[in-house]
Structure formats: structure tokens, C-alpha cells
T-cell receptor, first 110, second 113 residues
Framework: GIQVEQSPPDLILQEGANSTLRCNFS?????LQWFHQNPWGQLINLFY???GTKQNGRLSATTVATERYSLLYISSSQTTDSGVYFC????????????FGKGTLLTVNP | DTGVSQNPRHKITKRGQNVTFRCDPI?????LYWYRQTLGQGPEFLTYFQNEAQLEKSRLLSDRFSAERPKGSFSTLEIQRTEQGDSAMYLC???????????FGQGTRLTVV
């Protein structure tokens, strides 16, 4: 099946700093989503981005499907950005499920 | 639109007991998915439904696990004869159709003691 690798596994920032999270995937995809998992375990949708670039406030994402990677940018980080960020992909063909990476644990210190 | 709803939020059970979780998807969403997440890992796919039809089951879904989606609305996930290894967060998601954005519920955290 499709493999998803996220880097870095852990990231510690000071409030106000910028960061880039990366997601590499091993095959062509029809869907790619970025999630933020809150402390209570719920996955919050950040972006649905199988290709191209999107922005939402301080967050933006870019997926280069031909090169099999996606990037999540967080600017001017805040303590509330802390948590685990997951990339999930839905492969091609009849593979209709999301495959998740192991996530990036982001800690933003005041 | 109230989002995907899961109940209960937490469940503590003794080893060997049966448990059942419920998921109510976003209305009009045809696809419903179950995932399991253990500590420090990303969610892993268990099974999914297109309306009432269960179309795929992961090898993670042993014979002790069964899922249903009667009438294509809510879904239940039952675990029989629970084991300590079943302790995990069980997540439900729904999407309108294939290749569309999936939305997750708050999850049910199961602890088997």
C-alpha cells in the first residue's frame, strides 16, 4: 500500500516563529488532507489539498503531486498551534481510504 | 450540520466483555469510515461503508470486530471478548462521496482493564 512519511517527527518553537512540516508519499494520490489533532484527540481539518496551494489565515499548504510531497506552513506560531499534525492521503485506483503518516508533534513555547 | 458524532466518548471495560460504539455521520454523507489510533501513531484504517454496504475491511479487523451501518445512516462498531490490546482511540469519519474531504468525529477512547 501507499506509504506516508512526515518530517520532522518533533518540532519545538518559540511563539512567533515560522515552521514548515513536510509530507512525502510513495505513489500518486487522489486526495490529501492535513489535520491538527487537539489535546482531546479530535482531528481538525486544516486543508483538503490534492494539488496546488491554499491559504487559511496563518496557515498555508502546498501539494506537488508530481513530486509526491506536500508542505504545511505555519507562520507567527501561537501556543494554541501546539499538537500533532497529520498528513493523510487517499491513493489512486480503487483505494478509497485515507492512509496517515505518523504525524509531527509541534510544541510552541510562550 | 452538527458534524460527525461519536458515542460514548470514553469507555472502560473489563477484559472479555463486549463493547459497542456508535457513529452518526454528517447527514447526506454516503461514505463512513472507522479508524483506530494507538498512542504515538497515526490513525489506521479499519473498515468503510458506502451507504449500507461494507466495502472493505482491514486485516486489523479480527473476527472479534463487527461493524454495521443499517439503512445507510448511523454505524456501530462492536468488539467482542475485548483484550487489553484493543485499548485505543476509535475514530469515525464521513465523506460525501469518494475522493472528497473526510471529516472526523471526536472519537471513542476505549480502555480495557
Amino acid at each position: 500500500g501507499i506509504q506516508v512519511e512526515q518530517s520532522p517527527p518533533d518540532l519545538i518553537l518559540q511563539e512567533g516563529a515560522n515552521s514548515t512540516l513536510r509530507c512525502n508519499f510513495s505513489d500518486s494520490v487522489n486526495n490529501l488532507q492535513w489535520f491538527h489533532q487537539n489535546p482531546w484527540g479530535q482531528l481538525i481539518n486544516l486543508f483538503y489539498i490534492p494539488s496546488g496551494t491554499k491559504q487559511n489565515g496563518r496557515l498555508s499548504a502546498t501539494t506537488v503531486a508530481t513530486e509526491r510531497y506536500s508542505l504545511l506552513y505555519i507562520s507567527s506560531s501561537q501556543t494554541t498551534d501546539s499538537g500533532v499534525y497529520f498528513c493523510a492521503v487517499e491513493g489512486g485506483g480503487s483505494n478509497y481510504k485515507l492512509t496517515f503518516g505518523k504525524g509531527t508533534l509541534l510544541t510552541v513555547n510562550p | 450540520d452538527t458534524g460527525v458524532s461519536q458515542n460514548p466518548r470514553h469507555k472502560i471495560t473489563k477484559r472479555g466483555q463486549n463493547v459497542t460504539f456508535r457513529c452518526d455521520p454528517i447527514s447526506e454523507h454516503n461514505r463512513l469510515y472507522w479508524y483506530r489510533q494507538t498512542l504515538g501513531q497515526g490513525p489506521e484504517f479499519l473498515t468503510y461503508f458506502q451507504n449500507e454496504a461494507q466495502l472493505e475491511k482491514s486485516r486489523l479487523l479480527s473476527d472479534r470486530f463487527s461493524a454495521e451501518r443499517p439503512k445507510g445512516s448511523f454505524s456501530t462498531l462492536e468488539i467482542q471478548r475485548t483484550e487489553q490490546g484493543d485499548s485505543a482511540m476509535y475514530l469515525c469519519a464521513s465523506s460525501l462521496e469518494v475522493r472528497t474531504e473526510a471529516f472526523f468525529g471526536q472519537g471513542t477512547r476505549l480502555t480495557v482493564v
